[in-house]
């Protein structure tokens, strides 16, 4: 069993709709989570960065883990074209530790 | 703007050239990651340094190898490029520490290597 689960889609969605992304893991030490987001042809550039569970708001992105699930989510409100990437999650044990990562969400987001 | 500057963004290369991925990062981080990112398979922890001359195999090390001589720079090299090392690389660098910011890898733009 992988360490993270992440459905690659692809997701295609209508401009203004809200996107829900999603990740479920196996080890329960896990302590930071993150989302990055991709573009095509660049490095992944962090989004949204959370400690231990609960939520942390954004603008429009809202990023939720769930410890006791081992799940973490990621909404986009008003989703827009802009918003097209693919959006990875990655977490880790503690300070000093190498991220695991998710394989990565495609997600289009159509005018 | 802090950056992890990747020095080349495209290579095409021969089977059998040795291959020099240059990573240089503008934030006195400790930590750096050379990554490969293929279709289907998401991002794959190839090596990764904690300081200077200091290397941890990560989990697909094989047929590459690492240089950190000083600590802004991170090398990877292939030996004898191989025709399934074709892939976008990607090098990576965090800061130690706890709190806010841990292990947040701040990424280069990637550099995509063809081996023909």
């Known amino acids: 069993q992988k360490e993270v689960e992440q459905d690659p889609g692809p997701l295609s969605v209508p401009e203004g709709a809200i996107v829900s992304l999603n990740c479920t893991y196996s080890?329960?030490?896990?302590?930071?989570f993150m989302w990055y987001r991709q573009y095509s042809r660049k490095g992944p550039e962090l989004l949204m960065y959370?400690?231990?569970?609960g939520n942390k708001e954004d603008g429009r992105f809202t990023a939720q883990v769930d410890k006791s699930s081992k799940y973490i989510s990621l909404f986009i409100r008003d989703s827009q074209p802009s918003d097209s990437a693919t959006y990875l999650c990655a977490m880790s044990l503690s300070s000093g530790y190498a991220l695991n990562f998710g394989k990565g969400t495609s997600l289009l987001v159509t005018p | 703007d802090v950056k992890v500057t990747q020095s080349s963004r495209y290579l095409v290369k021969r089977t059998g050239e040795k291959v020099f991925l240059e990573c240089v990062q503008d934030m006195d981080h400790e930590n750096m990651f050379w990554y490969r990112q293929d279709p289907g398979l998401g991002l794959r922890l190839i090596y990764f340094?904690?300081?200077?001359?200091?290397?941890e195999k990560g989990d697909i090390p094989e047929g590459y190898s690492v240089s950190r001589e000083k600590k802004e720079r991170f090398s990877l090299i292939l030996e004898s490029a191989s025709t399934n090392q074709t892939s976008m690389y990607l090098c990576a660098s965090s800061s130690t520490g706890t709190g806010a910011g841990a292990n947040v890898l701040t990424f280069g733009a990637g550099s995509r290597l063809t081996v023909l």
């Open positions: 340094s904690y300081d200077v001359k200091m290397k």
């Open positions: 080890n329960s030490a896990f302590q930071y």
């Open positions: 959370t400690y231990s569970s």
